[in-house]
Structures are given as C-alpha cells and as structure tokens.
C-alpha cells in the first residue's frame, strides 16, 4: 500500500511539474486559472532559489521509508529529471527557460484578456 502511495506521489509531482511549466497556457484560455498558477510558479521559484523541501518529495520519502525501500536524501528533481531528462550542467539553462515560458504565457494572456475587453466594450 505505502509502495502504491509513493507512486501516486510521484505521479503527482510530475503533473505538477507539467502543470508549472505549461499552466500559464490554461489563462489564455480561462483567465480565472490565473491565480492557482501563480501559486504553483511562485512555489516553484521559491524551490529553486530557497533551500526548501518541497511536501510532495517528503510524503514521497515517508511512503517509501514505510514501504521498506531506500529513500535517496535528494529530491525529486535531482532524482528522477536531471541526468535522465537532461545532464545537470543544464539545470540553470532549464530553470531559465521554465521561467521565460511562463512570463511568456502570462504576457500572451494579459494581451488576450485585453483584446477580449476591448472587444466587449464594442457597441
């Protein structure tokens, strides 16, 4: 059961990680996603550049501690991303591009929300 729920942890951080790199794409769409998407960006910048432990690699570590398998002392990224996705002299080149994505997509959504506005005060 404890080796089922360390799965479905990590599943979850790998949905949250599609979900920082590509939510701001969802405002485009529905601008109201706007403000759980800036939660998840700010909590993601906050992890890369504060000595934080995020609380999915933690429940991630206990289930599997419970479990009886070996839990590393790095996290979810050091683990299962970098030197599988990509080697880890590119991490900060990635961060970098995480971020431009994102500022890229909310800045495509401020135009949208604009132009959709302006539309609408149209007679």
């Not at 990680?17 to 939510?23: F, P, T």
Request: proline share 5%.
């Amino acid at each position: 059961m404890y080796a089922a729920l360390a799965t479905t942890v990590l599943v979850l951080h790998f949905c949250y990680l599609a979900y920082l790199i590509l939510g701001g794409f969802l405002v485009w769409r529905w601008p109201k996603a706007f403000w759980p998407h800036l939660a998840a960006a700010i909590w993601g910048l906050l992890v890369v550049t504060v000595p934080l432990t995020c609380p999915l690699t933690v429940a991630e570590h206990w289930a599997r501690r419970k479990a009886g398998q070996s839990v590393q002392d790095k996290g979810f990224i050091d683990v299962y991303i970098e030197n599988v996705l990509y080697p880890e002299r590119y991490t900060h080149l990635l961060q970098v591009l995480v971020g431009m994505i994102v500022v890229f997509s909310y800045a495509v959504a401020v135009v949208r929300l604009r132009h959709r506005r302006a539309a609408r005060t149209l007679p």
